[in-house]
């Protein structure tokens, strides 16, 4: 295991520890989130889970852990899921595994969205990392065309599909100066169904540097 993904599985086993019995947990995606999902199921609690991807939930099941079919599911008690790049706000980039756009919808339906992540994901500015955006087939080159005024390159990921049969583009050198037009301008272009900027769902970050792990909340200073 190398010292990154040391700490990642540091920053999942301090996360798990918020969950109880009786609850309903959010299974986010990546090789962060699958350390949560591990160590969840390590301590046999009595609870039911949603995935934020096939491959979560696969994982999930294999662990033993129960999980339901998202669709029948109006709200989640804590959801858990790793990150691309966080802020001290924050406010976070997600989607380099492509689930960002369950990763949202389940952390919106969640009382409290965690996160987990080592050092490495840290961020000044968010800018400095691809922003993923998933595009309905359909729409592929008028979406791609007008991305083009926001971002200085935009990449198509190759031969790629979501667990929602749509494709994804990575959105290389963005403005981060103005995130909340930027998400109302990707919200709104017909064809883009889901994109990796986190603004406002992220209540907790666990970020395990070396070996340390801090606890950062909303609003709030480390502790
Ligand atoms: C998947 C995600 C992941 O949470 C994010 O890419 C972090 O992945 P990892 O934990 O493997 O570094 O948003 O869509």
Do not use: C
């Not at 918020?18 to 299974?27: A, F, N, P, S």
């Not at 998202?70 to 858990?80: H, K, L, Q, T, Y």
């Not at 595009?135 to 991305?147: D, E, G, Q």
């Not at 083009?148 to 390159?153: G, K, Q, V």
């Amino acid at each position: 295991m190398t010292d990154r993904d040391a700490d990642k599985r540091l920053a999942a086993i301090a996360a798990v520890q918020e969950i109880r019995d009786d609850m309903l947990v959010g299974l986010g995606t990546g090789s962060t989130a699958a350390h949560a999902i591990a160590a969840l199921a390590a301590r046999r609690l009595r609870i039911e889970t949603v995935a934020t991807s096939q491959a979560s939930a696969a994982l999930a099941e294999s662990l033993g852990l129960k999980v339901l079919d998202f669709a029948g599911v109006s709200r989640v008690d804590i959801g858990i899921d790793g990150v691309d790049a966080i802020d001290a706000r924050l406010r976070a980039v997600k989607g380099a595994g492509g689930a960002m756009l369950r990763e949202k919808v389940v952390a919106d339906a969640a009382d409290r969205m965690i996160v987990i992540a080592d050092g490495s994901k840290r961020a000044e500015r968010l800018g400095g990392v691809a922003l993923p955006v998933e595009i309905l087939p359909f729409a592929r080159s008028a979406v791609i065309a007008r991305l083009a005024h926001l971002f200085e390159r935009v990449v198509e990921r190759p031969g790629y599909r979501t667990d929602n049969g749509n494709i994804v583009v990575d959105g290389h050198g963005w403005d981060d100066g103005g995130l909340e037009a930027l998400v109302a301008g990707l919200s709104t272009l017909p064809g883009v169904v889901g994109h990796g900027l986190f603004l406002h769902e992220i209540d907790t970050a666990y970020i395990a540097d070396n070996g340390v792990v801090t606890r950062l909340e909303r609003g709030a200073k480390p502790r």
